[in-house]
């Protein structure tokens, strides 16, 4: 080993696997609470003792079929990645896939972030998502995060009750040592808050190191690992945690990725402890319904610190404190959103003292994620180096980082733009160069004309085919109407008679044929409407002109004005609303003649 790299088991405690830090007022918290909990008696309780003394509980690395339920993981559930810690505790993980494949990846993980109607720190932009681990099948890879927030019940078992309570500003875990039965089971489960941003670092660090003691391999088993190097514990980056909360791959297919919430707002109280549900009180990790991934609480109880520095947008400069995301027991329900952002003051300034301290806020928390080095082998560096040929010849210019804009014409005409005023320069500074550079000018004049041509072709052509998904949309949409007549009318006549049932059949299977059809044609309608308002909006304006200009039929005039509706609503949110776009269609087209 590099004699400049320090062993991560250097500072390894002593005692039976057992970190420093851990005192005995612990040990008299076991003592309280077999006093209350007879043997056997409570399947929640009986956990919290393999809490401090290490009862073999069963730790799996992945369950097919749910583990039983724990303190540390209440809602068991197929998937789980369970880590082992000290003590017995245990931390929970899930795997979370993203797009595309191979390590550069592909057009597939491009992403959007952010929410047009939210704060000013939320503003749309795209980026490219990745794992940090291949997938089983090794065609893909995963993000891996906790399930859970970080509970006070695992920084327990790693750090001790004499480092909660010296960090900790919760008045309430003063009593920790005196709580009995569900109090103190409540209490553990709890998010942990109220200590710092570097009190998080300091307990991800002494996990860390228990974790990787080499007299204990048994505990790297779990661990996902790439080219066979075993992960490490961090906090996630902004750009997991959110692909993570929008619901992750399974929202990307199913088109609601860029929804203001992961589910309909309907259900918020089913999924998140805000202001409404709870007014200002944290609750037990896991008592609300998990996304569609199998996490629990990314919306709402404690906000959730995350790896990077709070920036006003992501990819901007100026650096600030922590970045924060989720919300919380104090945010009002009209608030929730998954593009929610907050900054942490890590080092907050009190005017009244006038110092610097170490912010600790009662509803800020952290969770957990599983990372790794982008390199962790000479051969594994090999095999990046020879995907990246592939990738930087053909993929790279169609991502964020090897474009400006998101529409390749536009990108070359704004690059056009920009070698104008180096030729003024140059021709102000050459005079024996101005009339090379005048005809280099007159070609970019030339160049610049042909895509603006071409932008504008583009653009006419993509609405004209929007246009023609709409059309066909509202004819599918009204004939699903009249079916629907038609099946009422059948089903009145089969309680009459049974020989009405085939006709019933006949009409069922159209309607089910046509809502297929309808499906396709909304997506298509979607996709387009997307595509289309990545272009300035001279050009969707021009296209939609040029339409309306060849006197088209009623039918497809009505489609031009929906169309254009939507593209301005796209435009200012950012966001496809496919369902909401069909109601608008089918209410338009509602008994329409012609």
């Known amino acids: 080993m590099n004699s400049s790299v320090a062993p991560i088991h250097a500072a390894k405690a002593g005692g039976a696997g057992q970190p420093r830090g851990v005192a005995m007022p612990v040990a008299g918290i076991l003592r309280d609470l077999r006093r209350v909990v007879p043997g056997g008696a409570c399947r929640w309780l009986f956990p919290i003792v393999a809490l401090f003394v290490g009862l073999g509980w069963p730790v799996t690395p992945l369950h097919a079929e749910p583990p039983p339920a724990t303190v540390y ?11 082992p810690m000290p003590e017995g505790a245990e ?6 896939r993203v797009p595309g494949s191979g390590f550069w990846g592909d057009p597939e993980r491009v992403i959007q972030l952010g929410d047009a109607s939210g704060g000013i720190f939320e503003g749309l932009q795209r980026t490219q998502i990745s794992g940090s681990f291949p997938a089983a099948d090794g065609e893909g890879w995963e993000i891996v995060l906790a399930k859970y927030e970080l509970t006070k019940g695992q920084y327990l078992a790693v750090m001790g009750l004499d480092a909660l309570l010296e960090t900790s500003g919760d008045p309430e875990d003063r009593n920790l040592a005196g709580l009995r039965g569900r109090a103190l089971r409540d209490a553990l489960m709890q998010p942990l808050t109220f200590v710092s941003h570097q009190d998080i670092e300091v307990f991800i660090r002494r996990y860390n190191h228990w974790l990787f003691d080499p007299e204990h391999p048994e505990r790297l088993e779990s661990l996902p690992t790439v080219d066979g190097v075993p992960g490490f514990l961090r906090l996630p980056t902004e750009e997991e945690w959110e692909f993570v909360a929008r619901g992750g791959l399974p929202a990307l297919e199913a088109g609601t990725f860029d929804d203001r919430l992961p589910f309909p707002a309907r259900e918020l109280n089913e999924h998140a402890w805000h202001l409404g549900n709870a007014r200002h009180q944290l609750r037990p990790v896991g008592l609300r319904a998990a996304n569609r991934l199998g996490f629990h609480d990314l919306h709402g109880n404690a906000q959730e610190m995350t790896a990077g520095l709070f ?13 924060v995301r989720g919300g919380s027991v104090s945010t009002p329900a009209a608030d929730m959103r998954t593009a929610l952002r907050a900054e942490l003051d890590a080092y907050a300034w009190d005017p009244d003292r006038q110092r610097v301290q170490e912010r600790r806020s009662f509803n800020t928390g952290a969770r957990l994620a599983i990372g790794a080095n982008v390199v962790v082998s000479s051969s594994q560096r090999a095999e990046i180096e020879r995907e990246y040929e592939d990738y930087r010849a053909d993929i790279r210019r169609t991502m964020p980082v ?88 059948a089903r009145q006549l089969l309680e009459i008679s049974s020989r009405y049932q085939e006709q019933v059949a006949a009409v069922e299977s159209s309607m089910r044929d046509l809502e297929t059809a309808v499906g396709e044609q909304l997506q298509g309608y979607r996709d387009r409407v997307a595509r289309l308002g990545d272009y300035e909006i001279v050009y969707i304006e021009q296209a939609l002109e040029t339409l309306r200009a060849a006197e088209p039929p009623p039918r497809e005039r009505a489609v031009l004005e929906l169309l254009g509706q939507h593209l301005e609503e796209y435009a200012e949110q950012r966001r496809a609303e496919p369902e909401r776009w069909r109601e608008a269609f089918r209410e338009r087209f509602a008994g329409f003649e012609g």
Do not use: C, H
């Open 73 to 83: 993981n209440p809602k068991p559930a197929a998937g789980d990645l369970v880590l």
């Open 91 to 96: 931390m929970v993980f899930r795997r979370a």
């Open 311 to 323: 920036r006003p947008e992501i990819w901007q400069g100026k650096p600030g404190g922590v970045a």
């Open 402 to 489: 090897g474009r400006t804009l998101d529409n390749l014409v536009a990108q070359a005409s704004v690059q056009l733009g920009t070698v104008e005023p180096i030729l003024a320069r140059l021709m102000d500074q050459n005079a024996d160069l101005r009339e090379p550079l005048t005809a280099v000018q007159e070609y970019m004049d030339r160049a610049r004309e042909r895509l603006e041509l071409a932008q504008r072709e583009s653009a006419r052509s993509l609405a004209q085919d929007a246009a023609r998904n709409g059309v066909n949309l509202s004819v599918y949409l009204s004939r699903l109407e009249r079916l629907e007549r038609t099946l009422d009318s």
